[in-house]
T-cell receptor, first 116, second 115 residues
Framework: AQTVTQSQPEMSVQEAETVTLSCTYDTSESDYYLFWYKQPPSRQMILVIRQEAYKQQNATENRFSVNFQKAAKSFSLKISDSQLGDAAMYFCAYRSAEDSNYQLIWGAGTKLIIKP | DTAVSQTPKYLVTQMGNDKSIKCEQNLGHDTMYWYKQDSKKFLKIMFSYNNKELIINETVPNRFSPKSPDKAHLNLHINSLELGDSAVYFC??????????????FGPGTRLTVL
């Protein structure tokens, strides 16, 4: 069974600086998708960025980018120029391309604190 | 314009009561989910429906019963509430198909407190 591990329960960063959140996963599959979701204090879960395993190029969305290392099964999220609004729980998630139920496997989350 | 809505957003009730949480999505999605998020923020899938058919039914006490009257609605009924049921419950939906762009869209969550 696939698992997703986020080894950092909490991270803090100074406003305007860069922070990297780590995520590793375990799978025997070659085709899958990876996601980072953000949950601010409002509770709303919001998709931040996604990556297809067959793509070698790392996904980027404005200040958010990933470092996808397929062989190492690592999918870290880099947030550049951190802003106060980035403060949230961040969840890494995995989905098998072969799962017809489209089930997401979730990490335990990392709480990101932004220091003004 | 709300994509996935849940009612109520907050629910405070006594042990032993029965309560329901409603979820509606206006995105035209085929698949809907219920998640439970505990006090440590861990997300656990409970149920998933695809076109009104139950496709994921994780190990959940049978006091929890989902109902999907149509593919835009997935309600969660909980019987004989216990203290351990206190959590935030999220509804989510996604379109059919397996591509990465078939992300899950989440509702605002329902914070259930059992006293």
């Amino acid at each position: 069974a696939q698992t997703v591990t986020q080894s950092q329960p909490e991270m803090s960063v100074q406003e305007a600086e860069t922070v990297t959140l780590s995520c590793t996963y375990d799978t025997s599959e070659s085709d899958y998708y990876l996601f980072w979701y953000k949950q601010p204090p409002s509770r709303q879960m919001i998709l931040v960025i996604r990556q297809e395993a067959y793509k070698q190029q790392n996904a980027t969305e404005n200040r958010f980018s990933v470092n996808f290392q397929k062989a190492a099964k690592s999918f870290s999220l880099k947030i550049s120029d951190s802003q106060l609004g980035d403060a949230a729980m961040y969840f890494c998630a995995y989905r098998s391309a072969e799962d017809s139920n489209y089930q997401l496997i979730w990490g335990a989350g990392t709480k990101l604190i932004i220091k003004p | 314009d709300t994509a996935v809505s849940q009612t109520p957003k907050y629910l405070v009730t006594q042990m032993g009561n029965d309560k329901s949480i409603k979820c509606e999505q206006n995105l035209g999605h085929d698949t809907m989910y219920w998640y439970k998020q505990d006090s440590k923020k861990f997300l656990k899938i409970m149920f998933s429906y695809n076109n009104k058919e139950l496709i994921i039914n994780e190990t959940v006490p049978n006091r929890f019963s989902p109902k999907s009257p149509d593919k835009a609605h997935l309600n969660l009924h909980i019987n004989s509430l216990e203290l351990g049921d206190s959590a935030v419950y999220f509804c989510a939906s996604s379109p059919a198909g397996g591509g990465s762009y078939n992300e899950q869209f989440f509702g605002p969550g329902t914070r259930l407190t059992v006293l």
